[in-house]
């Protein structure tokens, strides 16, 4: 009964990990922001979560790509990211990420600094700046 006791604590703790990240938090804002823009490539999703210049460079990227239509027979690439470095404060932090992009003929990397900074009491995006 121990080890099923134990089984069911672990089978809670990874349910509970995975319903979602903290949207009032500056790291939780930051990786949806990446989930949205970077893997779904959702730029309305990714726009509500922005202000500021990031708000800008959202808006300029759905300008830009109108008309092109991104739909489930979309052929998206599969991306993959980790959190490489974090500078936390009360009001702005920033997050560094490497992401790896891959396609059906080829991979790469591309490195993801993205800002938040506190709006009221909700976290935002304010800048996001992407280098290989």
């Known amino acids: 009964t121990s080890a099923l006791i134990c089984a069911a604590l672990i089978f809670a703790v990874l349910l ?3 319903c979602g990240r903290d949207l009032n938090s500056a790291q939780g804002v930051a990786e949806e922001f990446v989930d949205q823009h ?3 490539i959702d730029l309305p999703k990714a726009k509500a979560l922005a202000v500021s210049v990031a708000l800008h460079k959202i808006d300029e990227e759905i300008r830009l790509t109108s008309g092109q ?5 979309t052929q998206k690439p599969r991306v993959h990211y980790r959190l ?3 500078t936390e404060g009360e009001q702005r932090s920033t997050f560094l990420y490497e992401g790896t992009i891959q396609s059906e003929d080829s991979s790469f990397t591309r490195q993801w600094l993205i800002t ?3 709006e009221g009491n909700q976290w935002r995006v304010s800048n996001f700046t992407e280098s290989d």
């Open 69 to 73: 239509k991104i739909d489930a027979s």
């Open 116 to 118: 938040a900074r506190k």
């Open 84 to 86: 490489m470095e974090k």
């Open 38 to 40: 970077y893997v779904a």
């Open 16 to 18: 509970a990990n995975g």
